[in-house]
């Protein structure tokens, strides 16, 4: 089973920008495609972004796309998620998640990370 723990959430204001981390242990990281769901308060958590094993093929939800990356280092067991144009609706509770190669399923979860409008 491999272990996930996410940081760099934070503070933000409208149009900024937050890179958060998801660091991996226990397992390699290449054996697993990785994903980041978030849930805002009240809300059912959602799938944000979801990269392929080789970090060859990446899928986004559409009200993030084109201002949120994921990418991920297997030599340094972890991945990201680079936020920019940030919005209100963007605030919630970041997870990461880690699944079968072949699959969507996701069967690792972080403790979360939180990302909190200023404005």
């Known amino acids: 089973q491999v272990q996930l723990v996410e940081s760099g959430g934070g503070l933000v204001q409208a149009g900024g920008s937050l890179r958060l981390s998801c660091a991996a242990s226990?397992?390699?990281?290449?054996?697993?495609?990785m994903g980041w769901f978030r849930q805002a308060p009240g809300k059912e958590r959602e799938f944000v972004a979801r990269i392929s094993w080789s970090g060859g093929i990446t899928y986004y939800s559409d009200s993030v796309k084109g201002r949120f990356t994921i990418s991920r280092d297997n030599a340094k067991n972890t991945v990201y998620l680079q936020m920019n144009s940030l919005k209100p609706e963007d605030t919630a509770v970041y997870y990461c998640?880690?699944?079968?190669?072949?699959?969507w399923g996701f069967g690792s979860w972080g403790q979360g990370t939180q990302v909190s409008d200023s404005w």
């Open positions: 998640a880690a699944g079968p190669r072949d699959s």
């Open positions: 226990g397992r390699t990281l290449s054996s697993y495609a």
